[in-house]
């Protein structure tokens, strides 16, 4: 039983690292980022004598820092901490509870805090704002002295002098014990350019060397080439410790160590070292490592704190509902939903879970209570989420309208293109801050819809008004009229014109049929709809260039080529005056093809009437 609770505190130390698929790392090393590492020797030592399983992505980080608590667990492990005879963490309930020390850590502190390797006062370092706090390593050499003298049978002195270039900042109360730690050869004086850097945090890598030299003066080493007589492998066999563990699998990482990482039925994180001769089932059918996916349920048996057997069984379900919250946990992560039958349930969210918010990848935390949700779950482990937003904003400019009877608005969005929005019964309908209705809403006006759960449920409207000034270049009549205006900037644009326009020609009240083309307008237009028109009978005249390429001589009409390449046709009256380069009055008969000439004139139904053409080149 002692083995077991070793397993599990040391596994809520370790960063699950969750995937989808098996990963593989080379054969040869216990973990994979530690070799041509100073601290390799040492730190597999520590592994074998179960005093640190690492991480479960089979790496044990030797380079990176290490918190106050982790430390305290790896020497409550090597001093032999068994959680069945060493329990002793309600004497210390109300100042853990203080100190805000996780579950996780409270037996082998209250352990090591009945042993006398940790002071009360030490608690105040451990935790800071509700992390835990990286070890200094003075902190560390308080720990080792107090192990080196309780559990070694080791002495400090009273006089001595250490070293160390910085021996002045080594707090009175720590020195003893570097002292004593450099004389058992724990320290090395020489190392970091022979100082001993107190407030500096440690790292794992020189913690693994620090507690793997301490075992060997407590006489706990483990060698893993040294002989056992038969005798000692009967007793060993005979002491076999066989556990049975159900869960749901959240990871597996294959290599020379291979690991296994679960979720108990208290949902708690574990992590178990697999045997090289591991059996392996799926739904009954013989299967490997590798076959084995985050999210199925399995049995382990474990011997001797090894998987020898796995049982697997696929259990996926697809569940439909409504988010309710999402909880970030030091250990795990977990998603509340309201199902479809209106009852709250909750499942972990491990790393690497394919998180999805309207069709974009996204994180739970962007979330927001009511959204649609779906999940893909084994048990109660989320392998996928899928959701929608509970509320939709689209903004944009209408394109096109329904009908009163099909009442609907296609809207151009920067974001999306195209949408489209109906317009649902009892949705409320704002123009310029008004109460308004579907037959006001125009196409150019721009809206921001609101929709709940697609339904629309309030749009605003922006009428947007503008003025445009130019040439009437075409007029179109019936049902629906048209005007086609091209501006001062030769941008040809159709207005529509409908029975509320307001017509005025020299400030006369007008209709459609008086205008004409040529005339010089002013339109006012609110959101595409004209509201005026406002032109003189007088037109003025325009001014045409290009290249002469034809001449119908009888009918009196030239075919020009004009400046931006575009060919028209100009007629000719007997009232056209013709002028040539030097201003010498000319006649029809004097035009050739190739002439560059300047006309003035205007169009009357479609058809462009000269009447005056000068030679700006002759041909």
Do not use: C
């Not at 014990?177 to 407030?199: C, H």
């Not at 999306?416 to 109906?422: C, H, K, L, S």
């Not at 947007?464 to 941008?491: A, C, H, K, P, Q």
């Not at 060919?567 to 201003?583: H, P």
């Amino acid at each position: 039983m002692g083995q077991k609770r070793r397993i599990i505190i040391t596994v809520m130390l370790i960063l699950i690292l969750i995937t989808n698929s098996v990963v593989v790392y080379a054969d040869g090393l216990i973990f994979t980022d530690i070799e041509g590492h100073w601290a390799r020797g040492y730190i597999e030592k520590i592994y074998n004598m179960k005093i640190t399983s690492g991480y479960a992505d089979a790496t044990f980080r030797p380079n990176n820092s290490i918190t106050g608590l982790e430390t305290i667990v790896m020497i409550a492990n090597l001093l032999g901490f068994d959680e069945d005879l060493h329990n002793y963490v309600d004497e210390y309930s109300e100042i853990f509870s203080e100190h805000d020390i996780p579950a996780w850590a409270k037996s082998r502190l209250a352990y090591l805090m009945v042993e006398e390797i940790i002071e009360k006062e030490e608690l105040d370092g451990l935790r800071v704002n509700g992390a835990s706090r990286n070890a200094k390593r003075v902190e560390v050499a308080n720990f080792i002295g107090r192990v080196l003298v309780n559990h070694a049978d080791k002495s400090t002195r009273m006089t001595f002098s250490l070293p160390y270039k910085d021996a002045m900042i080594i707090p009175s109360e720590t020195s003893p014990y570097v002292d004593l730690m450099l004389r058992e050869g724990i320290l090395n004086s020489a190392s970091n350019d022979g100082k001993f850097l107190p407030n500096n945090e440690i790292i794992r890598a020189e913690v693994a060397k620090i507690i793997a030299n301490t075992a060997k003066l407590l006489n706990e080493e483990v060698d893993e080439d040294q002989d056992i007589d038969q005798d000692e492998k009967e007793e060993q066999q005979e002491e076999e410790k066989i556990e049975t563990i159900e869960g749901v699998l959240s990871g597996v990482i294959i290599a020379n160590r291979s690991i296994l990482t679960l979720f108990d039925d208290v949902n708690k994180q574990l992590l178990f070292d697999v045997h090289k001769d591991v059996e392996v089932l799926i739904d009954g059918e013989e299967a490997g490592l590798e076959d084995l996916v985050k999210g199925q349920i399995v049995h382990l048996v474990i011997i001797n704190g090894q998987i020898k057997e796995i049982e697997a069984e696929e259990n996926k379900e697809a569940i439909d509902g409504f988010f309710r919250k999402f909880i970030r946990g030091t250990t795990r992560n977990v998603l509340s939903i309201i199902g479809e039958n209106g009852t709250s349930q909750t499942y972990i969210i491990p790393d690497g879970t394919i998180i999805m918010l309207n069709y974009r990848e996204d994180s739970l935390a962007n979330f927001e209570e009511g959204d649609v949700i779906k999940i893909i779950a084994n048990a109660d482990f989320v392998l996928e989420v899928e959701g929608t937003s509970k509320m939709k904003y689209v903004e944009g400019t209408i394109t096109a309208k329904g009908t009163l009877a099909n009442p609907y608005i296609e809207v151009a969005t920067e974001e999306n293109g195209e949408v489209i929005v109906v317009i649902e019964e009892g949705a409320r309908l704002i123009r310029d801050g008004r109460t308004t209705t579907f037959a006001q809403i125009r196409v150019s006006d721009e809206i921001k819809a609101e929709l709940e759960y697609e339904k629309l449920i309030r749009l605003n409207v922006s009428t947007v008004r503008r003025e445009v000034e130019g040439l009437i270049r075409r007029i179109v009549i019936g049902e629906n009229s048209f005007l086609m205006v091209e501006t001062r900037d030769g941008i040809r644009e159709e207005f529509e014109i409908t029975e509320n326009t307001s017509i005025r020609i020299d400030d006369r009240a007008s209709e459609i049929y008086d205008l004409r083309l040529s005339f010089d307008v002013e339109l006012k237009i609110e959101s595409n709809e004209v509201m005026s028109v406002i032109t003189s009978a007088e037109i003025d005249p325009e001014i045409i260039r290009g290249e002469i390429t034809f001449i119908h001589e009888d009918i009196g009409e030239i075919e020009i080529t004009k400046d931006d390449g575009t060919v028209m046709q100009v007629s000719v009256t007997s009232k056209t005056i013709y002028i040539g380069e030097v201003g010498e009055r000319l006649t029809f008969r004097k035009l050739n093809v190739g002439d560059e000439i300047s006309i003035r004139g205007n169009s009357n139904r479609g058809v462009f009437i000269a009447d005056r053409i000068i030679i700006d080149r002759a041909n």
